[in-house]
Every structure is written in structure tokens, then in C-alpha cells.
């Protein structure tokens, strides 16, 4: 198994920015592509941002160009840089981690925007 945890959420307003993370622990030398994704209340999840293991890189057509996604492979973690933020951005944002052994899903990290 692989335990993605999130950190780095917060409340800013509109304009501001903020950087989360998502370190994943455990079985880790079979993770294949990082995610995040996103969930405001009253709506589905929805695809924010991927990194595959090689770099390539992975937006939703919302957070491209404000949003810039990596990744530290050596030490199994994922950034996600939020610029620009907007009120609509505000939801609780998840990791995904697809590994060779299945997807695992972080407990999430609220990001909350303010107009």
C-alpha cells in the first residue's frame, strides 16, 4: 500500500497564492502518475493537475497557466504551485498516487478562497 498525505492548504484571498504538498509513503517504488484532484461541496470530484514519473505534465483547462504541478521523485513527493487563486478554486483538494498495486487516495487538504 502507499499513503498519500496532503499539507499546505489554507485560506487566502482572491489573487493569493499557495503551494501544497503531497508526500506518499509505504510500498512507493512503483508510483506512476501523481494527481490532484478536487471536490467543493455540492459538486463531484473533478481533475485538477497530473505528473507522470518522467515530468510530463497534466492541467485541467481551469488551472492551466495559474497552477504548475511537479514532483520529487526520490523523495515521493508531489507540489502543486497555486497562483492566481479565484473563490471558484475552493474545495478540498486530494492526491491520487496510481501505482503499480492500485490507486490510493490522501484524507485531503482544504484550500479556501475568499473574494
Known amino acids: 500500500q502507499v499513503q498519500p498525505v496532503e499539507s499546505g492548504g489554507g485560506s487566502v484571498q482572491a489573487g493569493g497564492s499557495l503551494r501544497l504538498s503531497c508526500a506518499a509513503s509505504g510500498y512507493t517504488h512503483c508510483i506512476y502518475t501523481m494527481s490532484w484532484f478536487r471536490q467543493a461541496p455540492g459538486k463531484e470530484r473533478e481533475f485538477v493537475s497530473g505528473i507522470s514519473r518522467d515530468g510530463s505534465t497534466f492541467y485541467a483547462d481551469s488551472v492551466r497557466g495559474r497552477f504548475t504541478i511537479s514532483r520529487d521523485n526520490g523523495e515521493n513527493t508531489m507540489y502543486v504551485q497555486m497562483n492566481s487563486l479565484k473563490p471558484e478554486d475552493t474545495a478540498m483538494y486530494y492526491c491520487?498516487?496510481?501505482?503499480?498495486?492500485?490507486?490510493?487516495w490522501g484524507q485531503g487538504t482544504q484550500v479556501t478562497v475568499s473574494s
Open positions: 491520487n498516487t496510481n501505482t503499480c498495486g492500485g490507486n490510493y
